[in-house]
């Protein structure tokens, strides 16, 4: 089996200034997880390791980086997904968790449950021992900035984050093992100015975050108010079936957003280790490691380079 990892940082009108840290970080992703699956770590474990590095770069709205509320609160949403027995683990609203995507993997592999949200999900990390940050630990400068503009009067629709230059990307990754073993893995701090409790499509699977040892995985990003709707990531699994490839597969299923006027991508893996990303914003940060390239990253459209 060839082993494979992908990893994408958001997909958005990422500005030209921000370009080289949007590489940098998803090579830095990859790097630690190819770590781990080249020397014959799982799937599961490759993708948790890619999203945590990417929880640690401020670049990204995920873990250190994310963005505010609207009462100055930082609620962090994660899923991960393991292929082989459709197992899965989610956080959704919780608050002072660095890595939020260790925290979905706890739920799936020590509770009964495959989500836990806001209060409960913090006591489960209380409970288990997790090491709690305030909320200051998880803001950079831009954050607060933009909270101030926000609480000043600005109310412009979400929709127009996904099309003009602003700080954003959810993170994920998506993973094959020398055992065939598929996984995904997707971590956010949510969308601009979202009201308290507001869970989008991350933590869900099947939406933000899908692993099926038959079919493929998938990691999304963009609007999650459409990508639900859609349910995206399982949308671009499903057709994966026939063989079909993660290009086409992946751009069909990008195609039902449409439908919702939805912004956001995906990055796609079947089960032969064929990868691809799909989107329709101006650019998304995303890379691919496997034996036969090495690690290729890329924010534009066209092929990924070293
Ligand atoms: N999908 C995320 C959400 O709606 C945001 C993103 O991907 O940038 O919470």
Same mark, same amino acid.
């Given at each position: 089996m060839p082993i494979v990892l992908a990893v994408h940082g958001g997909a958005w009108n990422i500005p030209d200034a921000a370009v080289e840290a949007h590489r940098e970080g998803v090579r830095e992703a990859l790097r630690a997880g190819w770590a781990a699956l080249s020397e014959g770590g799982s799937a599961l474990d490759a993708v948790e390791i890619a999203v945590r590095v990417l929880e640690e770069d401020p670049t990204f709205d995920a873990g250190v980086g994310s963005r505010l509320n609207r009462e100055r609160k930082v609620e962090l949403d994660a899923s991960i997904m393991c292929g082989r027995e459709l197992n899965a683990g989610a956080v959704a609203a919780v608050q002072r968790v660095r890595h939020p995507i260790s925290l979905a993997r706890k739920v799936m592999e020590e509770t009964h449950h =495959?989500? !836990?949200?806001?209060?409960? +999900? $913090?006591?489960?990390?209380?409970?288990? &021992?997790?090491?709690?940050? /305030? *909320?200051? %630990? !998880? !803001? =950079?400068?831009?954050?607060?900035? /933009?909270?101030?503009? =926000?609480? +000043?009067?600005d109310r412009r629709p979400v929709q127009e984050e996904f099309e003009k230059p602003a700080p954003m990307g959810t993170? #994920?990754?998506? +993973?094959? %093992? &020398?055992? #065939?073993?598929?996984? @995904? @893995?997707? $971590?956010?701090? #949510?969308?601009?100015?979202?009201?308290?409790? /507001?869970? #989008? %499509? *991350?933590?869900?699977? &099947? $939406?933000?975050?899908? @692993? %099926?040892?038959? !079919? &493929? +995985?998938? $990691?999304?990003t963009g609007h999650g108010e459409k990508i639900m709707r859609v349910v995206l990531a399982k949308a671009a699994v499903d057709r994966l079936a026939g063989d079909v490839h993660p290009s086409t597969a992946g751009m069909g299923a990008l195609s039902t957003m449409r439908r919702v006027r939805g912004k956001g991508g995906l990055i796609l893996l079947d089960r032969y280790g064929r990868v691809s990303a799909r989107f329709n914003t101006p650019r998304m940060a995303r890379g691919v490691a496997d034996e036969a390239k090495g690690l290729r990253v890329g924010v534009d459209r066209g092929a990924l380079r070293r």
């Open positions: =495959v989500m !836990l949200c806001g209060q409960g +999900a $913090s006591q489960f990390a209380d409970e288990i &021992g997790m090491k709690r940050c /305030r *909320t200051r %630990d !998880l !803001l =950079v400068g831009r954050e607060l900035e /933009r909270y101030e503009r =926000v609480m +000043a009067g993170v #994920g990754a998506i +993973a094959m %093992d &020398g055992r #065939g073993n598929l996984a @995904a @893995a997707t $971590s956010t701090g #949510g969308i601009q100015d979202k009201m308290p409790g /507001r869970v #989008g %499509d *991350t933590p869900i699977p &099947g $939406s933000g975050t899908f @692993a %099926d040892n038959k !079919l &493929g +995985a998938a $990691s999304c």
